[in-house]
């Protein structure tokens, strides 16, 4: 950028005809010479060298500018010598008196006219050297340009005068001030780096590292105005960091207003909307100018310090032109944009992005474009992008069967990215398909998604439909895919599909569906070991895609059914490594679901509530659906076991409804709710649950002991009712029918069936369970294993075992996270109260003195009786009570147990 610096060598003055300056204090420097020496350098800071003057007069421009940085500049250099300013412009304002107010710092009293303060200024001027400085705003005033005109006629040839004049607007129209020649030329230069550096170094005091203030220059440019505005924004930011995360208010009208001025606005545009994929060939299109348009344009705005030596526009000046340009105003040039990029062959995704950015799509290829962009999108984890692509071209397609696909897609997109919000969308994709509007392969899929939602008969249906339609090969290997799934749902579906299908039709999208067949079938002949290792290859293989989460799930179902922990736990640590932010969340609450079932065989049940609501949470809870059934049962029975039975009746305040029986992933539910009835001592209501499980469970020929181990459940609800028998043979068969590695489920078999054996023949069976459990850690069912057993030593005589065992017990109950000791067997028990008996006189009195809290020492000293004594009664009084411990004498004390 250029201005004329017009000097009258005999007069020594200096003035300025007219120059364009994109905002005030841009580093400028004006030399002439003044017997011998510089007139005056104005830079930031301002220097003045070899004038032996008192001070300097700048006459600033418009109040608009509130704060020019030159008349911020001349008082930090000139601390001392108060410099004098007069403000020769008002904005929107004519008034001579207003205009010229302030003119009475030059001189007491006389008169404000303009020919009176130029003749002041003109006679100033002998005794010291006088910058005039006027803005745009100024310029524009007829009374400021009168003064103007006044002031260069009247100074004198001896005098020390500069005249300085800027507008904003790179235009050449208009008029400009018209001083004596003749003239030189001078350049007029943005501040450099090292200056705006140093400017931001005194405002941010040391708040910022050296790096980030060494970048920030470079992020915000030389402009003067815009490094004034970014002042102004530090000023009014609560904090350095808000300040530097994104341009202020001032930063963005003071870029806005010079890009208007200069008309650049819409270059300014461009660049910012062709972001990554600009380069000046396809901005020349854009914008539809000769490239050497463009360089006049680039010009314009590296001398302006917008644009960075790369031609990008500088940082926060993109930021302040994406921010400040509302949608409407930017959808010319997106879509001039989309256009553009199209012709030149850019990526699809790129083109779908400006397309989206119009909401627009009448171009007769942008329908297409806005498919194939949303398949690269969902392909790369980007849904909310497919989303928009597909929602778009949803908007602008009239075609009836082509809104049902483009339905469906969305729908497919949905459960990836959003589960909980895709039962929005089900009920209008299934009445699509019913009304013949989706092909064979969309309806099989459909019936895949319903039943994830556990909707029996509309999945049914579908699948009854896609079977009718199918003729295709796709159509086929879906149907397949839909056949096994809705199988595993749903039991009594259709018989799984066979192996004829052709390898080259599956192994592309479902290389596992061959084994995922093999282990349902293998799992529906109780082959346990055979089964877990098709679920353990099958998990091996699945990546964390849409694609597998049917077959992820089924694998996983299995090895929970058979309480392989071991295998269980490998799996969640090597997958959680593979799972990024971006995949499906059903793989995320997957493994936060098994990762909470198998912190509940641990008996760690906070761990179990917290990674259970994790899984519930990524997913919503979709009421009777798949997803959430495993997390959302480990959640109710660990609430149970910890005895916070109010939130679990809450919970099931609800009636069931009637399809949940239909699933064993609706059975997950009413096993939690059974063990909630058998938790508050509706044991009878607990039986009846137990036992409708093992029927449905039964007919469908399915085992699954670690998940629904109905039998051991049935023979816990039958001890507490009394009926030993029962629980005996339940307990045994539970033990047939689960495989060696379920420790858990075993080891609490094993107790049951000991508890309910006359003792001490079940001492060698508590022993085995209490070993089994020990492997898995302290745990609550260790703990009550111990618990059992201390009192099985105790009925067989050998006190001094029974204690040791119990203080095991109690330390096992300690240590574990469970809010709760282990529950004993209820003291109104049947079971335990089929061996009451009356106690005798001196029981009697122990009894009593142990329910009011004293120790067997103190019992001992008031009942002269040994220690011994104390403990021998207390055994044959828990025996003939039917109690576990010293704390639930008090409970039934006053029941008036007989005395013999």
Same mark, same amino acid.
């Given at each position: ?5 017009? #000097?009258?060598?005999?007069? #020594? ?13 841009? +580093? ?24 032996? %003057? ?57 008169? *404000? ?52 004049? @800027? ?60 490094? /004034? ?148 999108? =969902? ?51 299934? !009445? ?39 003729? /295709? ?11 096994? @799934? ?6 009594? !579906? ?12 599956? =192994? ?65 640590? *090597? ?70 039975? /109010? ?8 009636? $069931?409804?009637?399809? $949940? ?38 007919? @469908? ?36 029918? =689960? ?8 080891? +609490? ?34 703990? +009550? ?11 067989? &005589?050998?006190?001094?075992?029974? +204690? ?32 009451? &008996? ?16 004293? %120790?067997?020492?103190? =019992? ?8 011994? %004594? ?31």
């Amino acid at each position: 950028m250029e201005f004329c610096l017009r #000097k009258e060598a005999a007069a #020594k003055v200096v003035s300025i005809q007219a120059f364009t300056l994109a905002a005030p204090a841009v +580093r400028l420097e004006v030399r002439a010479d003044v017997r011998g020496d510089d007139l005056i350098v104005l830079a930031d800071p301002v220097v003045l060298r070899g004038l032996e %003057t008192a001070g300097i007069t700048v006459v600033a421009g418009s109040d608009a500018l509130r704060r020019p940085v030159l008349v911020r500049a001349a008082r930090r250099a000139l601390p001392d010598r108060h410099p004098r300013m007069l403000f020769a412009g008002a904005s929107a304002t004519t008034d001579v008196a207003a205009l010229l107010a302030p003119s009475a710092r030059l001189a007491d009293g006389g008169s *404000r006219e303009p020919a009176d303060v130029a003749a002041r200024l003109a006679r100033l001027g002998h005794r010291m050297p006088v910058a005039v400085i006027v803005d745009e705003a100024a310029l524009d005033l007829e009374a400021c340009r009168a003064f103007l005109q006044e002031l260069s006629h009247r100074i004198a040839p001896d005098a020390v005068f500069a005249v300085y004049a @800027w507008r904003s607007g790179m235009s050449e129209h208009g008029e400009t001030l018209s001083l004596a020649p003749p003239a030189n030329r001078a350049k007029l230069r943005p501040l450099t780096a090292a200056t705006v550096e140093q400017i931001l170094r005194g405002a941010l005091a040391g708040e910022v590292d050296d790096v980030v203030l060494a970048q920030l220059p470079l992020d915000i440019g030389g402009n003067a105005r815009l490094v /004034d505005a970014a002042l102004d924004d530090l000023a009014a930011a609560d904090s350095v960091h808000d300040w530097m995360t994104e341009a202020g208010p001032a930063f963005g009208r003071a870029a806005h207003h010079i890009l208007a001025k200069h008309d650049l606005a819409d270059a300014a545009r461009a660049i910012a909307v062709l972001g990554d994929h600009y380069d000046p060939a396809t901005l020349s299109q854009v914008l539809e100018l000769s490239l050497p348009g463009l360089g006049a344009v680039f010009d314009d705005l590296i001398a302006l310090a917008l644009l960075a030596p790369d031609h990008t526009l500088r940082p926060w000046v993109q930021a302040a032109v994406a921010a400040g340009l509302e949608p409407e105003a930017m959808r010319p040039m997106h879509r001039r944009a989309a256009e553009v990029l199209h012709a030149e062959g850019a990526p699809m995704r790129v083109v779908a992005q400006h397309l989206v950015a119009t909401g627009e799509a009448m171009q007769p290829w942008a329908l297409d474009v806005l498919r194939d962009a949303a398949a690269q999108a =969902i392909e790369s984890r980007d849904f909310d992008e497919a989303a928009g692509f597909l929602n778009l071209a949803l908007g602008w397609t009239a075609g009836r069967d082509e809104r049902a696909e483009l339905r469906a897609r969305l729908l497919d997109l949905t459960w990836a990215a959003q589960p909980r919000r895709v039962g929005e969308m089900l009920a209008l994709v299934s !009445a699509s398909a019913l009304d013949g509007q989706l092909p064979a392969h969309r309806i099989a899929r459909l019936a895949q998604l319903l039943a994830w939602q556990g909707r029996t008969p509309g999945a049914r249906q579908l699948l009854d439909l896609a079977t009718d339609r199918a003729g /295709d090969d796709r159509a086929e290997v879906e149907l397949a895919v839909s056949r096994l @799934w809705v199988r595993h749902v749903f039991p009594e !579906a259709p018989a799984l599909p066979g192996s004829d299908l052709r390898p080259e039709l599956i =192994i592309g999208m479902y290389p596992w569906l061959p084994r995922a067949v093999a282990l349902m079938r293998l799992l529906a002949a109780g082959d346990t070991e055979a089964a877990t290792a098709e679920a353990v290859e099958v998990l091996h293989r699945v990546l964390p895609h849409e694609s597998d989460l049917e077959v992820g799930q089924l694998a996983l179902f299995t090895l929970l059914s058979l309480e392989r922990t071991d295998e269980i736990l490998a799996w969640t640590r *090597r997958f959680a490594g593979q799972l990024s932010a971006g995949d499906p969340p059903q793989w995320h609450s997957l493994v936060a679901a098994a990762q909470a079932k198998v912190a509940f065989w641990a008996g760690d049940f906070d761990t179990a509530i917290g990674r259970a609501r994790t899984a519930i949470d990524l997913v919503g809870d979709l009421e009777w659906g798949v997803l959430a059934a495993v997390p959302r049962a480990v959640l109710l029975m660990s609430l149970t076991e910890t005895g916070r039975h /109010d939130e679990v009746a809450a919970a099931f305040a609800a009636p $069931l409804p009637q399809c $949940l029986t239909r699933s064993p992933y609706g059975l997950l539910y009413l096993r939690a709710r059974s063990q909630h009835h058998l938790a508050t001592n509706a044991r009878q209501s607990a039986a009846d649950d137990f036992r409708a499980i093992g029927e449905i469970l039964t007919a @469908w020929k399915l085992e699954a002991p670690g998940l629904l181990p109905w039998r051991a459940d049935l023979a816990e609800a039958a001890l507490r009712l009394g009926d030993l028998d029962s629980a005996r043979r339940l307990a045994r068969e539970h033990l047939d029918a =689960i495989p060696a590695s379920g420790l858990w489920s075993r080891g +609490r078999a094993l107790r049951l069936l000991a508890q309910a054996l006359p003792q001490p023949e079940g001492l060698p069976l508590l022993r085995e369970a209490v070993t089994l459990l020990e492997k898995r850690g302290e745990s609550l069912e260790h703990a +009550r294993a111990l618990d059992a057993m201390a009192r099985a030593y105790q009925e067989a &005589g050998e006190l001094a075992t029974g +204690r040791s065992v119990q203080r095991r017990a109690e330390k096992v109950s300690r240590s574990r996270t469970a809010s709760r000791a282990p529950e004993p067997v209820n003291p109104t028990d049947p079971a335990r109260k089929a061996r009451r &008996g009356p106690l005798s006189r001196a029981e009697a009195k122990v009894a009593r003195l142990a329910s009011q809290g004293y %120790t067997n020492r103190e =019992i001992s000293s008031m009942l002269y009786i040994t220690m011994s %004594t104390v403990e021998q009664h207390l055994t044959r009084i828990y025996r003939k009570l039917g109690i576990d411990r010293r704390d639930e004498l008090d409970a039934i004390w006053g029941t008036g147990p007989g005395v013999a």
